[in-house]
T-cell receptor, first 113, second 111 residues
Framework: NAGVTQTPKFQVLKTGQSMTLQCAQD?????MSWYRQDPGMGLRLIHY???????DQGEVPNGYNVSRSTTEDFPLRLLSAAPSQTSVYFC????????????FGPGTRLTVL | GENVEQHPSTLSVQEGDSAVIKCTYS??????FPWYKQELGKRPQLIIDIRSNVGEKKDQRIAVTLNKTAKHFSLHITETQPEDSAVYFC??????????FGAGTQVVVTP
């Protein structure tokens, strides 16, 4: 099992550019989520999904879109990148809802100039 | 919604001493409290968790206690070792079952 994988590991964008962060898991987990991690602020939930075809907003959803067409994949799209979106992004998955261990991907370090 | 506060933000301990990190939460419906360890440049990894029907849980040198009445829970690391140096995050579920994380505690274990 590869667990939770994310690509790319690093990315530099210019303000206004768009891009998609990829996340995949091979554990047949129903629940997947995206967090951003900023210094001194812990992990903040951006969007989450309780199963294929179902997504919902977390604490900081503005500027991001998600989709869940398959159980395995949960991509995060930045529509028009802004410097405030400079952060480390983690994808996570768990078996059902969040009252179970969440497994994190290795993260994507994004810089927006 | 759920609000999780974590203290201290940094903790320096001598090797062999104990470390204690405390968290408080606001949502009385919270029923799951995990603790994650994150080494520099790595992903967060679960080290221990506790559910609301349990007051204490122990796993070798790590223990977690939960006081539901006071809405606080704590992580205890005994006999600290240099490899315990990392950032530790507490978390609690909100009313919808989503995890709310604390801001993290940087633990430094000095030989």
């Amino acid at each position: 099992n590869a667990g939770v994988t994310q690509t790319p590991k690093f990315q530099v964008l210019k303000t206004g550019q768009s891009m998609t962060l990829q996340c995949a898991q091979d554990m047949n987990h129903e629940y997947m989520s995206w967090y951003r991690q900023d210094p001194g602020m812990g992990l903040r939930l951006i969007h989450y999904s309780v199963g294929a075809g179902i997504t919902d907003q977390g604490e900081v959803p503005n500027g991001y879109n998600v989709s869940r067409s398959t159980t395995e994949d949960f991509p995060l799209r930045l529509l028009s990148a802004a410097p405030s979106q400079t952060s480390v992004y983690f994808c996570a998955s768990s078996q059902t809802n969040t009252v179970n261990e969440q497994f994190f991907g290795p993260g994507t370090r994004l810089t927006v100039l | 919604g759920e609000n999780v506060e974590q203290h201290p933000s940094t903790l320096s301990v001598q090797e062999g001493d104990s470390a204690v990190i405390k968290c408080t939460y606001s949502d009385s419906a919270s029923n799951y409290f995990p603790w994650y360890k994150q080494e520099l440049g790595k992903r967060p990894q679960l080290i221990i968790d506790i559910r609301s029907n349990v007051g204490e849980k122990k796993d070798q040198r790590i223990a977690v206690t939960l006081n539901k009445t006071a809405k606080h829970f704590s992580l205890h690391i005994t006999e600290t070792q240099p490899e315990d140096s990392a950032v530790y995050f507490c978390a609690a579920t909100d009313s919808w079952g989503k995890l709310q994380f604390g801001a993290g505690t940087q633990v430094v274990v000095t030989p």
